[in-house]
């Protein structure tokens, strides 16, 4: 056998194994799995939102208040946790609003929710939309309509009025969750309560309030987050004394970013991951129940 007959039975054998041989086309789909567009997507997406996290991270150990790194250090942790009274004053100021403008909106939002979604009244239609406007509203319109407001009230702004504020914008985000957990509910279980003798009461508190508790749990979560991160409607409603976070860090940055926002930062970012990871578990738990 020369030469020329052992290399065109290699060439044979490449064209039918990859043209239509079962291993040609595993190989085949094995790329186009690999090297997907929606992949290259993922990718990109999932660089360009954690990226910007890692840098916030590298620059929290920087030495230098610069871009440029100059070394490695714990310094700016240090004057986090020592030196910096007033930036955990502001930090605690939206903890506080956040928990309790929350835990208030999950309350009437989820007995709004139930309310119409039970109950046929005349003005259904119109609460169920008017109940949306928060989310629809620009931000701003928010902020200046509740600073004419309680300006017309005479109330002294504070972290009272940031309180009615964050209430106000929270409601609609937990009416909405709750409303879609009601959706899927099924009310031969509020029947079933009725026949073995539940009053409205009971079968509240008892049965529905306990299934509906995943939306009940994502929409306070939801609250909180919104709560924490808010900056145009706080700025419009906020007092002296009443400093939130992101009105300090706003206030800050305006001198140049400190590395002791880059720590804290990084701070709230490890205790976000282990909250969201304990709660996810709780939510198995609750919906598994």
Known sequence: ?????????????????????????HARRAVQKNFSFSKVIFIAAIIFLFLPLFVLVLYSFNDSKSMGWTGFTFRWYEQLFLHSSDLWRAFWNSIFIAI???????????????????????????????????????????????????????????????????????????????????????????????????????????????????????????????????FVITYFVAGPGSTTLPLYIYSAIRFGVSPVINALSVVMILGTVVLTYCLRNFLKYIAAK
């Open 1 to 25: 056998m020369n030469i020329k007959t052992v290399i065109h039975q290699i060439i044979t054998s490449v064209r039918h194994g990859g043209s239509g041989g079962e291993a040609g086309r």
């Open 100 to 230: 309790s403008s929350a835990a208030t909106a999950t309350v009437l939002g989820t007995l709004g929710a139930i309310g119409v979604n039970w109950y046929r009244f005349k003005i259904r239609n119109y609460v169920q939309v008017i109940s949306f406007l928060p989310m629809i509203l620009p931000e701003i319109i928010i902020g200046v309509s509740l600073s004419i407001f309680f300006a017309g009230l005479k109330m002294q702004l504070g972290l009272v009025t940031i309180f009615i504020a964050h209430t106000t914008f929270n409601l609609p985000f937990v009416f909405l969750m709750v409303m879609a957990r009601l959706d899927e509910f099924d009310f031969s279980v509020i029947e079933a309560a009725h026949d073995l003798g539940a009053n409205e009461q009971q079968t509240l508190f008892k049965v529905t309030i306990p299934i509906c508790m995943p939306g009940i749990v994502s929409g306070m979560l939801t609250a909180v987050t919104i709560s924490l991160e808010d």
